[in-house]
C-alpha cells in the first residue's frame, strides 16, 4: 500500500485550515507550486478528490474533510512518538503547547515561565491564551499539549490534576457607597450592583456559583470582555466584583483605587491542567504541574 507522506499530511491539514493554496503555503514555508504539487499527489495516492478549485476560492470536498481530520490526528500521534522517545533521554524538553484561560495567564505565568526555564532548560514552550471551551477544543484536535484552566468545567477525553485553590476576593472602589467591604453579605447587595466577565468566561460562572449570586437582578446587564476592562469598571465605581485570589498585588490593580478584600465563606475555584486521556506524556505533564503549584505557594 502506497501510504501518504508526513508532508502531504501536513500540507492538506493547513489548507483545511486556511482554506487559500497561497496562505496554507506560506504557513508550510514553501512555495506554492510545490504545495499544490503535493496535494495533487495526495488526491492521485487516494484516488479522491479532496479539494474543489476555482479562481477564487478553494472547498474542501466532504471526503476531504474527513480526511483533513485523520491527517491532522495522524500528524498529533506521530508527534507523540517523537516525544515519547525523547522523554526517555530527558523530561520536559522540546516544544510543548501550553494553552491558558485570560484569568489566568496575567498573574500566574510571569511566576511559571521563569521557574520552568531553571528547571527545564531544554524546554521550548509555546503559549496560547483563550476561553476555557476554545483550549479544549484544541486540545482535541491536537494542536495544543496540555491546557491552564479552573474548574468546574466539564471536559471530555481529558485527563486532569488539580494544583490548587484560588480563593474568590471582593473587589471595589476604595471608599465605595455600592458596599460595606468590611461587613459584606451575599444577601446585601443592590440591584445590578455586581460587574462580570461576559458569556464564555469560565469566571463569571464561577464566580455565580462560587459567591452565592442566587439573585440575578444583582447583576449587572453590562458586562466586561477583559479583566481589564472588569477593573476599570469596578475603578469607576460602577460596580463590585469577584476577583480570583491569584490578582491581588498585581499589576492590574497597582494603580487603580480598587481594593479587595477575603470572603470568610472559602468561595474558591480550582486551578489545574488538563490534557488528553491516555496521553504519553502524563508523566511529564504531572511533574509540571508540580512545579505550577510550587509557584503559586511562593
Request: net charge neutral; with cysteine; hydrophobic share 45%.
Amino acid at each position: 500500500m502506497n501510504l501518504p507522506t508526513t508532508k502531504q499530511l501536513r500540507y492538506f491539514a493547513a489548507l483545511a485550515e486556511h482554506q487559500h493554496f497561497g496562505q496554507a503555503a506560506q504557513a508550510c514555508f514553501v512555495s506554492q507550486s510545490a504545495f499544490s504539487s503535493a496535494i495533487r499527489e495526495l488526491e492521485s495516492q487516494l484516488e479522491v478528490q479532496l479539494v474543489d478549485r476555482t479562481n477564487r476560492q478553494v472547498t474542501i470536498t466532504a471526503v476531504g474533510q474527513e480526511v483533513a481530520t485523520q491527517a491532522r490526528l495522524c500528524l498529533r500521534d506521530m508527534e507523540d512518538l517523537v516525544n515519547v522517545a525523547r522523554s526517555q533521554r530527558e523530561p520536559l524538553a522540546g516544544p510543548l503547547r501550553l494553552g491558558v484561560i485570560p484569568t489566568i495567564a496575567p498573574f500566574l505565568l510571569p511566576k511559571i515561565l521563569p521557574a520552568a526555564r531553571k528547571a527545564f532548560p531544554k524546554l521550548k514552550l509555546f503559549l496560547r491564551e483563550d476561553t476555557t471551551e476554545a483550549l479544549h477544543e484544541q486540545l482535541i484536535a491536537g494542536d495544543l499539549d496540555l491546557i491552564l484552566i479552573a474548574f468546574p468545567y466539564e471536559l471530555r477525553k481529558v485527563e486532569i490534576k488539580r494544583l490548587f485553590k484560588d480563593p474568590f476576593l471582593l473587589a471595589c472602589r476604595q471608599g465605595t457607597k455600592l458596599v460595606d467591604p468590611k461587613n459584606y453579605r451575599f444577601n446585601r447587595l443592590n440591584a445590578e450592583s455586581v460587574l462580570l466577565l461576559e458569556d464564555g468566561h469560565c469566571l463569571r460562572e464561577h464566580a455565580i456559583d462560587a459567591c452565592r449570586l442566587r439573585n440575578m437582578e444583582t447583576v449587572s446587564r453590562f458586562a466586561a470582555s477583559s479583566l481589564l476592562t472588569l477593573v476599570e469598571m469596578v475603578d469607576a465605581d460602577l460596580g463590585v466584583t469577584f476577583l480570583p485570589g491569584m490578582a491581588e498585588g498585581s499589576a492590574m490593580l497597582r494603580s487603580t483605587r480598587v481594593k479587595t478584600y477575603p470572603l470568610t465563606d472559602g468561595s474558591h475555584r480550582d486551578v489545574g491542567l488538563a490534557w488528553r486521556k491516555g496521553s504519553a506524556r502524563a508523566e511529564e505533564f504531572g511533574r509540571l504541574g508540580d512545579l505550577i503549584a510550587e509557584c503559586d505557594a511562593k
